[in-house]
């Protein structure tokens, strides 16, 4: 139907269409939804990792571990979840 | 205490140093074979490499190494570019274990050979951002000398291509090195076996820093005590101070006195 309400209800059902449920991430190069909160440290307590024993970056920059619980991730971000393993 | 068979302890970064042999963490059977293989090799600094998790692996080796006894040196292993590898020890540091970085920059996947270019220019920056740097580098005494002059803790010349176990290809070379640095030369890559070991440390160098040597032996434990043992004959003959050697005979019995 032309006229207000029906520009509205279009508007409204395009923006449910286009925005995402929740983001997804690259995590150490594979495709990832992350969970809610879109946090690090959310995300790091959904893979069962301590934080204490990974270094995380988010497109190439290091995301300090005193702020996992404050980065939201959005959509396309890059991150790199790394630790040490045994090497010459 | 020192007795005439203990060998002098050495200075690394500030830090007094009675194992010259450092070894690497990789390529074991399994993180119980990893701690054998460390315990008998006597070693106080091991290496480890950084790489992104693996969801699959249920211990961390964080959980399992001993850190009272074990000095953590993360690497750069794996790395052709300088970009990478300072990015990588910014990540250890983040790690909260990169007191000492060993900086490894590769230049070719199939020799592993150091691309030195890369290794200078990454030690420049590492150094600018407060890292302490022991760099693989060839075994040629002007990038060592570079190196060294850039800050660097100490020179890790190979002895020949990672894992290849050839032994020190240019001892002349090493001896070249030894001669110049005014900090540690730790030969590092290509080791075998015992005898490379102390051939390394006759020559003058500091200690030796080997992986492949322990983890592909039949048994790793047994070699560790082998290096152990072949470092430090090869360092009290360093310090006894060898003959010169001649090229001709000189008898060890006396000549006159002989019954004709």
């Known amino acids: 139907m032309a006229g207000r309400h029906g520009a509205q209800r279009g508007s409204r059902h395009l923006s449910l269409c286009y925005a995402p449920a929740v983001p997804t991430i690259v995590l150490n190069g594979e495709p990832k939804d992350v969970p809610r909160p879109a946090t690090v440290a959310a995300l790091l307590g959904e893979l069962g990792l301590d934080p204490r024993e990974v270094a995380v970056e988010r497109n190439r920059e290091i995301v300090p571990r005193a702020t996992y619980g404050a980065v939201s991730l959005t959509d396309g971000d890059r991150l790199e979840v790394v630790t040490f393993v045994g090497g010459g | ?260």
Not at chain 2, 72 to 95: F, K, M, Q
Not at chain 2, 108 to 135: C, I, S, Y
């Open chain 2, 1 to 260: 205490m020192t007795t005439p068979q203990s060998p002098q302890p050495w200075t690394l970064a500030g830090r007094t140093l009675t194992s010259r042999l450092i070894v690497g963490t990789g390529k074991y059977k399994d993180a119980k074979e990893t701690q054998a293989a460390l315990h008998a090799s006597g070693a106080e600094i091991v290496t480890v490499a950084l790489r992104r998790v693996d969801l699959t692996v249920k211990e961390n080796l964080l959980s399992w190494i001993d850190r009272d006894r074990y000095t953590l040196l993360p690497n750069t292993a794996g790395c052709y570019s300088a970009d990478d590898a300072i990015r990588v020890c910014r990540l250890a540091r983040e790690l909260g274990i990169a007191e000492l970085v060993k900086l490894e920059v590769i230049g070719d996947p199939k020799t592993l050979l150091p691309d030195n270019e890369q290794t200078l220019q990454a030690a420049r920056t590492l150094l600018d951002e407060g890292f302490t740097v022991l760099p693989y580098c060839s075994d040629d005494p002007i990038v060592c000398r570079k190196l060294e002059q850039l800050g660097c803790a100490a020179v890790m010349p190979l002895a020949a291509p990672i894992g290849s176990g050839l032994g020190i290809q240019n001892a002349h070379t090493i001896q070249l090195i030894v001669e110049q640095a005014k900090i540690p030369v730790i030969v590092d890559a290509g080791v075998g076996t015992a005898s490379h070991a102390t051939v390394a440390l006759e020559l003058g160098c500091d200690a030796v820093l080997m992986n492949t040597a322990l983890a592909e032996a039949s048994d790793p434990v047994k070699m560790a005590h082998a290096m152990r043992l072949g470092i430090l004959a090869g360092r009290l003959a360093y310090e006894a101070g060898r003959m010169a050697p001649r090229p001709y005979a000189s008898a060890s019995s006396p000549t006159s006195g002989q019954i004709e």
